[in-house]
């Protein structure tokens, strides 16, 4: 299904596509045609799980004014230094200030303001008395809790019973004591999270400049699938990776467009594909990369313009997909892509062996075939597309962090020359595998939260060795 450009043997690329390269060597010739999606600037929930490109800085200290943190009387720290539960201090109540009132009275010696949490503190207090520590303006003793104003509109005025005394500051937020005007707030490069979006909206920022989420495209070949919910017929199968790939890309922090099942025909994939580009920042297709008479991807792709990207020495080519955006360029001109098609290769692992990868359309959209087989399309986005993903976001490590565990079953068998990627459940301490080897077990993999890394030149692990182990999620 190969192009006459790549195919095995053809002049100028001799048997290049059986040449079988390592993960590392695959993903290190991905990576070096990406770089990170150019900054806009998004709506603060739009940003959630982005990195900020600017250093943010506080225009208005925070809190903006002393403020009270207690439901309570503001007070001047005099008037009730010596106040006891035996021999309460009596001050005269001059009204409320509740949390936004702006208009505040004066608290004068002898006197007290009712005052609210988060209530800006009135000129003449030095401090808040919380609630507790008097009688709420009753005469009956300490109480616990205010009376709503609606309830009891008098409580803004006549007497409150103070029975202990409150230092200068005490239950007061000073201005600022959170963080001052014009100190910085957050850096770029900090990836926004729940915590970060809190402290942007507290200092009054709606918009932020940052790394978008990449959109990738997911399409999933084959004439056998059908969309779940729907019955299946003789041979068909339910089409299980265009939902785990879409999946996966929104875990990893992109905008997942799940595009269905597209039979076996090229010109339909190839129709699919261009039409899809205009919202792709990332293309990820499955299935129909491997060695059969409908491998519909290897077809298709091979004509839709595309861009080379492996061991290519053509200096007359254009830049990868947003290599502009970037402050340097990723790829020495001895490096960089030429103008040409997709490239499909065998990998040295299990499961994912072949994989198709080509910057495709005016765009240069970087495009993954990943391999049909449930798991193994699974793993390849792991271990490819996630990384890409990240590196658009500008995303840091982009590949997950290895772990050692003791692996608690042994592994009879993994293929020599190939780097397998078993299913594991990882406790914190061991892994035991979960299923076989099969790349067609799902139910494995939906019980596993791990890989398993089996080495090149390893073939068996006995129980209790340290294994490698990618935790996921
Ligand atoms: N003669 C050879 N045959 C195969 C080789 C080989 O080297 N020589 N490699 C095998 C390996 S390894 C893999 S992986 C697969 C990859 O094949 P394709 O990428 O062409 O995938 P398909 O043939 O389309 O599908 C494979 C398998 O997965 C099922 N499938 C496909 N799409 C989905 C989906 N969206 N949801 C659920 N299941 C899906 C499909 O029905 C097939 O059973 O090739 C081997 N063959
Ligand atoms: O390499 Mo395939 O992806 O083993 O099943």
């Not at 040449?19 to 770089?35: F, G, K, N, P, Q």
């Not at 702006?102 to 010696?109: F, K, N, S």
């Not at 254009?318 to 020495?332: F, G, V, Y």
């Not at 399309?377 to 993903?389: C, D, G, K, Q, T």
Request: charged share 20%; glycine share 10%.
């Amino acid at each position: 299904m190969s192009s006459p450009d790549n195919a095995a043997g053809a002049p100028g690329r001799p048997a290049d596509e059986d040449r079988v390269r390592s993960v590392d060597e695959h993903l290190a010739d991905v990576l070096r045609h990406l770089t990170p999606l150019e900054p806009i600037e998004l709506q603060l929930l739009d940003a959630q799980g982005c990195v900020l490109v600017e250093d943010v800085t506080v225009p208005v200290a925070l809190p903006p004014f002393d403020n009270s943190s207690m439901d309570g009387y503001a007070v001047r720290t005099a008037d009730v230094a010596h106040a006891t539960a035996d021999d309460p201090v009596v001050l005269k109540v001059i009204g409320d200030v509740a949390a936004g009132d702006g208009d505040l009275p004066a608290v004068g010696p002898g006197e007290a303001a009712r005052i609210m949490t988060g209530a800006p503190l009135p000129p003449g207090a030095q401090a808040v008395v919380p609630v507790e520590w008097t009688d709420g303006g009753l005469g009956a003793g300490p109480v616990t809790a205010m009376r709503a104003h609606s309830a009891d509109p008098a409580g803004a005025t006549g007497q409150v019973h103070v029975y202990r005394p409150a230092d200068t500051g005490a239950h007061v937020r000073q201005r600022g004591s959170d963080v001052p005007a014009g100190e910085l707030a957050l850096a770029a490069g900090t990836r926004l999270g729940p915590p970060q979006i809190a402290l942007l909206a507290a200092i009054g920022r709606s918009r932020v400049l940052v790394r978008p989420r990449p959109r990738v495209v997911v399409i999933s070949t084959g004439s056998e699938l059908v969309q779940p919910g729907e019955a299946l017929g003789p041979g068909r199968i339910h089409d299980a990776n265009s939902f785990a790939l879409a999946a996966a890309a929104r875990e990893a922090g992109a905008i997942a467009y799940r595009v269905g099942a597209i039979a076996d025909d090229p010109a339909t994939l190839r129709s699919t594909v261009e039409d899809q580009l205009i919202r792709a920042d990332i293309v990820v297709t499955s299935g129909g990369v491997s060695v059969g008479a409908y491998d519909v991807v290897k077809e298709a792709l091979s004509s839709v313009e595309a861009t080379q990207w492996g061991d290519s020495d053509d200096e007359d080519e254009e830049p990868a997909k947003n290599a502009d955006r970037a402050a340097e360029p990723s790829a020495t001109p001895d490096e960089r892509p030429r103008t040409g098609t997709m490239e499909f290769r065998k990998l040295a692992m299990q499961p994912g062996k072949p994989q198709g990868f080509g910057l495709v359309g005016a765009d240069r959209t970087p495009l993954f075939a990943l391999p049909g087989n449930p798991v193994s399309s699974y793993v390849s986005f792991e271990l490819f597309v996630r990384p890409a993903i990240r590196t658009l976001m500008g995303l840091e490590p982009v590949r997950r962090e290895a772990v050692t565990a003791r692996c608690a079953e042994p592994i009879a068998h993994s293929p020599r020359g190939r780097r397998q990627f078993l299913r594991g459940h990882y406790d914190g301490d061991q892994v035991t595998p979960v299923g076989g080897a099969g790349s067609h077990l799902v139910k494995a993999l939906a019980h596993a939260n791990a890989l398993i890394v089996v080495p090149e030149d390893v073939t068996e692990v006995a129980a209790g060795e340290p294994v490698e182990v990618l935790p996921l999620g």
